[in-house]
């Protein structure tokens, strides 16, 4: 993950310098639309911040801690729709489907067993973002964006150690720039999603081996987070 996000910020500087050279500009009213329309895919890494609260089992006098042990990329698919708002902003939903997992470890401290659980997760989101743009400079023009985005898990997770709930929301801290090519716009953007809720289900009606509850005990709180490389076409 680190060496993909080093490799995206080389990219654009790389951009960056080049942009400083004079050129022919491409699509030069493409921005005056009031609505405009695209696509994107990329890749995404989930993340789950832990926090253990040192649970005892009262049965066993076992004491289980979770983390993440290891990220792999995902994949990410939607549309957009923007409305512009004025010269320098717009507001941006844009309907995504998040394929990913999360692979869980479990150790217990007591006797040292370890136990593990590749938490599949397939997100439905609906971001709501404001983008805010610098000025246009040839053919490139960067910007950031800001937002929240309503989450929902289509994977049930029944009779596993940890089971995700259906509902989360995010936080979402983006950055990208817009190039303006001969035929449309392409639009790399990288961008931050920070869950604002405590996404494990500690109601587990669903398990049929009660002594796993002990998993779930251990857990105090848990976020989702996640990092998305997406391409936009417009």
Known sequence: MRRTLVILILGMLSL???????????????????????????????????????????????QWFTDVSKYEPGFSVGVLGALRLNKYMELRVSPTMHLGQRFLKMHDNVSGRDTTQNMRTNYISIPISTKFAAPRYNNFRPYFTL????????????????????FDCYLEVGMGCDIYLPYFKLIPELKFSFG??????????????????????????STSNMITLSLYFE
């Open 16 to 62: 960056a310098t080049y942009a400083q050279k004079e050129q022919i500009m491409n699509k030069p009213y493409i921005d005056n639309r009031q609505l405009h329309w695209g696509f994107f895919f990329g890749m995404n890494f989930m993340d789950m911040e832990i926090k253990n609260n040192g649970h005892v089992d009262p049965a066993t006098g076992e």
């Open 147 to 166: 937002g929240v985005a309503p989450s929902f898990n289509l994977n049930k997770h029944n009779q596993e150690a940890l089971k995700p709930k259906t």
């Open 196 to 221: 604002l809720l405590d996404i494990i289900s500690k109601k587990r009606d669903d398990l049929l081996d009660q002594s796993m509850m002990k998993f779930t005990n251990s857990v105090g709180r």
